[in-house]
């Protein structure tokens, strides 16, 4: 018996891995049900205002609820980009 006490540690490093599986695993099952369809993610379509041009082209008004300006990813400057990128 005493040239097997490496079995104890093994059991308890065995038992912890299962024990994190089953909590993964049961986090899992609870937030699956909850997350969008990936069709939701990947059609995504902002609300633009209404934009007023005149005549020479010139823009005389915005009208919405949101105000926003699609930029491509090339714009954005790269500490926003890091600033994100570090939220997530």
Known sequence: MP????????LGLG???IAALLL???AAAIVYPAL??????TS???KVPLQIF???GYLLGEFGEERRA?????????GL??????LL
């Open 15 to 17: 038992t912890v891995l």
């Open 54 to 56: 005149s005549a020479e």
């Open 44 to 46: 995504y379509n902002p």
């Open 3 to 10: 040239k097997r006490w490496w079995i104890y540690p093994l």
């Open 70 to 78: 699609l930029v491509k990813i090339d714009e954005v400057p790269v």
């Open 24 to 26: 993964v695993g049961y």
């Open 36 to 41: 969008p369809s990936l069709e939701a993610l």
């Open 81 to 86: 980009r890091n600033a994100i990128l570090a």
